[in-house]
């Protein structure tokens, strides 16, 4: 993936927009969660897409760990 640069200002109420670029880059759409992480001075900026119940169908049936399943699921791994 190709490096994008880009910035936004912090808007009074506290806000800001995820630029176009990145979020069309990344198939970013309204849903999907951001996590902030923060390491000493830098601040990190991870999405997740949006579980849904399409993405879980099939989990639990084929058995397994429940635990490692709502894992994979929140992270959207399969």
């Known amino acids: 993936m190709s490096t994008i640069m880009s910035e936004t200002k912090l808007s009074k109420g506290n806000s800001t927009i995820l630029p176009a670029a990145i979020r069309n880059a990344l198939n970013l759409e309204?849903?999907?969660i951001l996590e902030w992480r923060m390491d000493g001075e830098t601040i990190r900026v991870v999405p997740r897409k949006r579980?849904?119940?399409d993405n879980i169908i099939g989990m639990i049936s084929?058995?397994?760990d429940a635990v490692e399943?709502?894992?994979k699921a929140q992270t959207g791994r399969q």
Do not use: F, R, T, W
Request: aromatic fraction near 0%; hydrophobic fraction near 25%.
């Open 30 to 32: 309204p849903g999907d």
């Open 51 to 53: 579980v849904m119940l």
């Open 62 to 64: 084929h058995g397994g």
């Open 69 to 71: 399943s709502k894992k």
